[in-house]
Structures are given as C-alpha cells and as structure tokens.
C-alpha cells in the first residue's frame, strides 16, 4: 500500500481528492484540513507522499513544507504542492524549496492518480 496524505483547507477538494485517488487500489488516503494537523499526522502516520496546498489560512504550503523538513520523522517524506499559482517562475521556487513536484489546481479527478503515481517514481 502507497500511503497519500492530501492536506487542503477545503473540504469539498479533499473530498474529490480523496475519492480519485482511491481510484488507484495501491493508494491508502487520509486527508488532514490544516498545515498544523498535517504536521502531527505525517509524523505519526509515515505517508509515502503529502500532497499540499498552497495558500491556507494559518499555516500556508511553504511554511508547512519547512516545518515538515525540520523534524526527523518527516524530513524525507516526498512533497508536491498543489496550487493554483503555476506561473513559470512560481513553480520554479516551490521545486528549488525541494518539492518532488507541482500539480495544478483544479486538477482533473480523473487523472490525478496516474500524475501521483509519476511523482512517486
């Protein structure tokens, strides 16, 4: 089993990106609505992948990303940030922050587990 953790402030989208990612049988999903319970949850539940939003209220993407990498449990856990920003420079800085990739949002539910199942190698 691959585990994904989905981590988006938007209830609806997680729901969606639940659902298209257990599309995939290889794919166990949880999903977490903030940065600060995604931090807890990674360390605890060891994902093979966060998927992570961008721009949320409190904690954002980046800043998530980088408390992830602070702690020894979490430090090498593979992240891609899903975002609406896609211009060419900003996708750019989330890959030099050390982001295994960028997905584009909306994403289409039908393809989002083949694009996961490539950032996975």
Not at 18 to 32: A, K
Not at 102 to 110: C, G, N, Q, T
Request: proline share 7%; charged share 25%.
């Amino acid at each position: 089993m691959t585990r994904i953790l989905y981590v988006d402030d938007e209830a609806d989208i997680r729901e969606v990106a639940q659902m298209s990612l257990e599309l995939e049988p290889d794919f166990e999903v949880q999903t977490c609505a903030s940065g600060a319970a995604a931090i807890g949850h990674a360390a605890a539940w060891q994902p093979d992948l966060v998927l992570l939003d961008v721009m949320m209220p409190g904690m954002d993407g980046p800043t998530v990303f980088s408390r992830l990498r602070e702690q020894p449990e979490t430090a090498t856990i593979p992240v891609v940030f899903i975002t609406a920003r896609t211009q060419a420079a900003e996708v750019r800085g989330f890959l030099d922050l050390g982001a295994r990739g960028v997905l584009a949002k909306p994403f289409d539910p039908m393809t989002l587990s083949v694009r996961v199942r490539e950032l996975l190698g």
